[in-house]
């Protein structure tokens, strides 16, 4: 297919976003990954279907890279830290000691089952090692597991991605290993995550400061910010994507102007870098090579799936004594994406050996098991009764009143077995001064009073300024599990 007029490229742009907007609606409603019906609109776009022809590595890698900064700057914007702060522990353990012990797991897989030198199932087992964070972020968020779980995993997959790119590239160059390998290691990721320090706290600081003419400039602003941390971690030979993971964490939870607004806008922008990215890798896939990697795909696959992740959990939760659902669940959503994909390309530019064969098992790999995972992680959360009804999600919604107010909108949807239903309005005792707003009931809005009974099904809309938005969330999760008589801070609600 002819690109090479202006009209046709955006012509076809155009239409891939409409059919992937489509998409994303289709799987919510299904319950499907998303993610992978982007790749799939690739695979008809490419040799497989109209043939645009798109085989340039170099060009594959940049772009995906680049989506993936773009990516990490939208989980870290929209993560909140007091939700995240109390399973930070377990969060970087598993970003650390589990991609270690992940690496040398497969790796030895690997070894056994094809028959690889040690350096080069080493390579596979890093590229394998990464959840990606737009995989967990998309599929995750709509579960509704216990916080510090689900926290984890959100950390997890943002900043993973910094110590796994390391050892690719390490692992696929062609110089020897040395003793100083894991200085080298230690040093870009602590400078990677003081630059991203450096960049957050300047950043928020100069925003709150510099009167911008138009509100639609604090939203590039911050993009250009994470995206000079990026800058800044590559030229200082560290982690650029720590330093991006870092500084959008940072900025999203500082007092911005016009904050809603700039969540807003890097939310779109992750969901346009995950469309382009999986897209990309859908071209630059040969849908006609796939076969003969399903076989070792489907094995590789089994041993990531059932006996690396879980060994790999198993190390980096044992300081924390998790109970042994949650491990399983840990276990079970490790989500792969786009993130091996592109890391895939990284030892075939350096022309490792069986690197083509790595991008065309990894391919398999995440369509099955993303798959899999993806659409049962709902189920398997129940099953092993981790989740935990009734959470807060924040609305983006750009407002002069909440701008003054510092206030967040949360959005609360009452499941079928909340102990929130029959609790009248009054007996939420949500800390002064939040207020519920508005009340939406088989999708006609209720008026507010103080004894209206709440139903299952409801969806309240609550603003909460920022002083009082955790203990409001900690007050929704306790009547949420012991009804109008709960305690204002019951143990353990916050996991």
């Known amino acids: 297919m002819d690109l090479g007029t202006l009209e046709n490229a955006f012509g076809l742009s155009s239409l891939v976003l409409i059919a992937a907007l489509i998409v994303v609606r289709l799987t919510r409603r299904l319950g499907l990954p998303s993610l992978l019906l982007f790749l799939a609109?690739?695979?008809?776009?490419?040799?497989?279907?109209?043939?645009?022809d798109f085989d340039n590595t170099l060009l594959a890698e940049q772009l995906g890279l680049a989506a993936l900064v773009f990516i990490l700057a939208e989980g870290g914007l929209t993560t909140r830290w007091s939700t995240v702060r109390p399973a930070l522990g377990l969060?970087?353990?598993?970003?650390t000691v589990?991609?270690?012990?992940?690496?040398?797991?497969v790796a030895v897989g690997v070894h056994l089952l094809l028959g690889f030198d040690w350096r080069t199932s080493l390579v596979w087992g890093a590229v394998l090692s990464s959840t990606d964070a737009a995989a967990v972020f998309s599929v995750l968020r709509g579960v509704g597991v216990k916080s510090r779980l689900a926290a984890a995993l959100e950390l997890e997959s943002g900043l993973n991605d910094a110590p796994v790119v390391i050892a690719v590239v390490l692992l696929a160059g062609t110089d020897p290993i040395t003793w100083t390998a894991p200085l080298l290691v230690v040093y870009e990721l602590v400078v990677g995550a003081v630059l991203g320090v450096a960049v957050g706290v300047v950043g928020a600081w100069g925003l709150r400061r510099v009167a911008l003419p138009a509100a639609g400039l604090y939203p590039l602003a911050v993009v250009a910010l994470v995206g000079g941390a990026y800058a800044l971690g590559q030229v200082a030979h560290a982690s650029g994507f720590l330093a991006v993971y870092v500084s959008a964490l940072l900025l999203g939870n500082s007092r911005l102007p016009h904050r809603a607004a700039t969540l807003s806008f890097a939310e779109g922008l992750g969901w346009l870098a995950q469309i382009g990215l999986f897209v990309m890798l859908g071209l630059y896939v040969d849908p006609f090579e796939l076969p003969e990697a399903l076989l070792p795909g489907l094995v590789i696959g089994l041993v990531v799936l059932l006996v690396a992740r879980p060994i790999s959990v198993i190390a980096a939760a044992l300081p924390f004594r998790l109970p042994w659902r949650e491990q399983a669940f840990?276990?079970?959503?490790?989500?792969?994406?786009?993130?091996?994909?592109?890391?895939?390309t990284i030892p075939l530019m350096l022309g490792r050996e069986h690197s083509d064969q790595l991008v065309n098992v990894i391919v398999v790999v995440v369509v099955i098991y993303t798959l899999v995972q993806g659409t049962t992680l709902p189920w398997v959360a129940r099953r092993l009764d981790v989740v935990q009804g009734g959470q807060a999600t924040e609305l983006q919604l750009d407002a002069a009143p909440l701008e003054e107010m510092g206030a967040s909108v949360l959005q609360v949807t009452l499941p079928p077995d909340s102990r929130m239903h029959g609790v009248y309005v009054n007996?939420?005792?949500?800390?002064a001064p939040a207020v519920v707003s508005l009340l939406v009931r088989d999708g006609r809005p209720?008026?507010?009073?103080?004894?209206?009974?709440?139903?299952?099904?409801?969806?309240?809309?609550?603003?909460?300024?920022?002083?009082?938005?955790?203990?409001?969330?900690?007050?929704?999760?306790?009547?949420?599990?012991g009804g109008a008589l709960a305690a204002w801070?019951?143990?353990g609600e916050q996991l």
């Open 330 to 344: 840990l276990s079970w959503s490790g989500l792969r994406g786009a993130v091996p994909i592109v890391l895939a």
């Open 98 to 105: 589990s991609v270690v012990v992940s690496i040398g797991v």
């Open 427 to 431: 007996e939420l005792r949500l800390p």
């Open 446 to 481: 209720v008026p507010v009073a103080p004894l209206v009974r709440l139903q299952a099904g409801d969806q309240l809309l609550v603003v909460a300024p920022e002083q009082v938005r955790a203990a409001v969330e900690r007050r929704l999760r306790a009547v949420g599990r």
């Open 489 to 491: 801070f019951q143990r």
């Open 41 to 52: 609109i690739g695979l008809v776009l490419g040799n497989g279907g109209l043939g645009i």
């Open 91 to 95: 969060g970087v353990a598993l970003a």
